[in-house]
């Protein structure tokens, strides 16, 4: 499974994002797909799973301005991301949960001015 995220960009605080995940490979191997992101200095901090059968969670710092989807061929997943603020400011990754082993992505940055 390789994976490549996109979308991410420079926006004023209170605006939107979308980043997307592009999933190749042997798709069906995935279990789980999420997002996470890192700050400078920080770890990397999950931000939104979704787990096979559709089961979601999202971190406290953005239930409700986040939500994670997915297309119908499960090879492509979203972060729709609104009410950005400057905090939100990471590299953002896509990670899945495969049936051997974790597979992340190159990361895409997303920078929230204030």
């Known amino acids: ?3 490549a995220e996109s979308g991410g960009d420079l926006v004023q605080a209170g605006g ?3 980043l997307s995940c592009a999933a190749s490979g042997s798709t069906a191997a995935i279990r789980a797909m999420g997002w996470y992101r890192q700050a400078p200095g920080n770890q990397r901090e999950l ?3 979704m787990v096979d059968g559709g089961n979601i969670d999202y971190a406290d710092a ?4 986040f939500a994670i989807s997915r297309n119908s061929a499960r090879n492509r997943y979203y972060l729709q991301m609104n ?3 400057p ?3 990471a ?3 896509c990670n899945a949960v495969t049936t051997w082993g974790d597979i992340w992505g190159q990361g895409t940055q ?3 001015s204030s």
Do not use: H, I, N, P
Not at 62 to 65: A, I, L, Q, T
């Open 16 to 18: 939107s994002l979308r």
């Open 91 to 93: 590299v953002y990754y």
């Open 62 to 65: 953005v239930r409700g301005r």
């Open 47 to 49: 931000v939104a799973r």
């Open 83 to 85: 009410s950005l603020k």
């Open 87 to 89: 905090e939100d400011t």
């Open 110 to 112: 997303v920078t929230v």
């Open 1 to 3: 499974v390789q994976l």
